[in-house]
């Protein structure tokens, strides 16, 4: 283009269109290189264009070459998506909406920042409406925007946001969110601006090119988040480069009764199961489910509301995990009964789910008894078998098994608490509302988490079952008060209480337990068969 500034080729935006199925993920992250192997494989996948990991230190640092290849890297990049949607960003008759999403060459779920509903602001939802003709998913993700940026951009907390959702819910006698009817949704749009400005010490920027740059310089900047830092350290991660920043042109699952957002497994990662093991939430985005500040529904609720699309994703579950020869853990959006790809990567798994799988992979011909064997060359024996407590209980509730095991250990209730508990040698049950992957130091010494709220298929569940911990999800004889004291049923649950939660079943216990272990004896003969065999 005549006048365009020169850009290094090493930071070009990489169109992401099906054509390339082989990206490196060094260069533009495991998301999007897995986008494009999806778009090859004839997926769904929504149009979308890549930022490197190589300028994501730059970025970083305030560099000058750094920031002008980013701030034309987008300028060039929004024009192809302009040319594939036929949509224009900033455009107050059919305005592109966009996601902008992190990336590192290997999967650090929930770890760095996403931005989505880019591009929206006073005249664009507007035209939004106009498009669509649904005035309540239009105003329902404008608020969303603004508390996504004001919260990823400008660091600000939920709080506040979340205390002007409530009142609207109270002030419209609705009993959720999404009982909320256009009039309401644009009210607390307008609410949720006003609280943006005051948090931020600035309002939300109208211009969409100044709402993309920040949320990608945003992204970038998570990269040093302390929660990065400290999950690339568990998992020694520390050689990666940086994330890069994907650029996604927008699809709604909160688009009505037809749409939604989930998260499935192509096999169980808590048991290695072969039936698809998803978790669904209708008329939501994609946030609403990895967050865990909401609880979905199950695999039979998706395939209960929308049949064709559950044999759709169960179709390209089945696809990838042949191709990727692996369990591939995936996100998807439902846009008036269509069926889009986000994401797909190898699942986190717990180390039962390790040797069962490897197993069964090997006896479908996807993978060498050679390959089994590497798969499980770090698995603890003493972990990988099926735990369960001594004797019989009563359970003081239930709740989601979102990682199988059992403990039994003292419950805290904030990540600084479990730690010291951990450092003095007690065994510490993390005990949460929600759980989110800002709590991963909590995380990594606890040796089990009950929340109150969330899926199985939450980030933090997602780490929580990778670290081998026991968790369950939604319970809701789990209560908290404003000033942080816990109920657990009728009765107070305090700091140190003793706990016990049973990942296969679900139930959680007053009190401390004795704990059996059964071995995988099936799985283990098979692979000292494939030992002795390449021996």
């Given at each position: ?300 609720e998706l395939r209960r509301r929308l049949p064709e699309v559950f044999a759709a994703l169960e ?221």
């Open positions: 283009m005549s006048g365009a500034p020169h850009l290094n080729p090493d930071y070009a935006p990489i169109v992401i269109d099906g054509a390339d199925a082989t990206l490196d993920p060094a260069c533009v992250g495991s998301k999007a290189a897995m986008l494009a192997r999806m778009a090859a494989l004839g997926l769904r996948v929504p149009p979308a264009f890549v930022l490197p990991t190589g300028l994501c230190r730059g970025v970083n640092e305030g560099k000058h070459a750094a920031e002008q290849a980013l701030a034309e890297g987008l300028r060039r990049g929004i024009r192809t998506l302009e040319a594939t949607t036929g949509r224009k960003f900033g455009d107050s008759r059919r305005p592109l909406l966009v996601s902008v999403r992190s990336g590192a060459a290997r999967s650090m779920p929930g770890m760095l920042s996403t931005v989505l509903d880019v591009g929206l602001n006073a005249e664009t939802v507007l035209g939004l409406i106009r498009t669509t003709g649904n005035p309540r998913m239009a105003w329902d993700t404008y608020r969303r925007f603004i508390q996504g940026y004001a919260e990823v951009v400008g660091e600000a907390p939920a709080g506040p946001f979340e205390a002007a959702l409530d009142v609207m819910i109270k002030a419209e006698n609705a009993a959720g969110e999404t009982e909320l009817d256009p009039e309401a949704l644009e009210r607390l749009a307008r609410d949720m601006l006003t609280v943006a400005a005051v948090q931020l010490g600035k309002p939300v920027p109208a211009d969409p090119m100044e709402q993309l740059l920040s949320a990608a310089r945003a992204v970038y900047r998570s990269w040093n988040s302390a929660r990065a830092q400290e999950y690339r350290r568990l998992n020694k991660l520390e050689n990666l480069d940086g994330t890069a920043v994907t650029v996604q042109a927008m699809v709604f699952g909160n688009s009505g009764g037809r749409s939604g957002a989930g998260v499935a497994f192509s096999r169980s990662p808590v048991t290695g199961d072969k039936p698809l093991y998803a978790d669904f939430l209708a008329d939501a985005q994609g946030e609403d489910v990895v967050s865990g500040r909401r609880t979905p529904a199950g695999a039979d179709a390209g579950a089945e696809r990838l995990e042949r191709e990727l020869n692996d369990i591939q853990d995936i996100e998807f959006t439902v846009e008036d009964g269509e069926l889009y790809f986000l994401q797909t990567r190898s699942a986190k798994r717990t180390p039962r789910a390790v040797l069962r799988t490897a197993v069964d992979l090997v006896r479908e011909g996807l993978i060498t008894p050679a390959e089994g064997l590497r798969r499980v060359a770090e698995v603890d024996l003493d972990r990988a078998g099926v735990m369960r407590f001594e004797g019989d209980a009563e359970a003081a509730a239930t709740a989601v098994p979102a990682s199988s095991g059992v403990v039994s250990g003292q419950a805290a209730f904030d990540a600084e608490t479990a730690a010291s508990m951990a450092a003095a040698g007690q065994v510490v049950v993390l005990v949460r509302r929600d759980i989110s992957t800002a709590d991963i130091a909590g995380l990594a010494v606890a040796e089990g988490v009950l929340t109150a709220v969330g899926g199985r298929t939450a980030h933090a569940a997602v780490v929580a079952r990778q670290l081998g911990k026991a968790c369950l999800v939604g319970c809701t004889a789990l209560a908290f008060a404003a000033d942080g004291s816990a109920l657990l049923g009728d009765a107070p649950l305090a700091s140190g209480d003793w706990l016990s939660l049973d990942g296969e079943t679900g139930e959680v216990f007053r009190g401390r337990r004795s704990i059996v272990v059964e071995r995988p004896r099936a799985e283990i003969t098979e692979i000292e068969r494939w030992r002795a065999a390449a021996s």
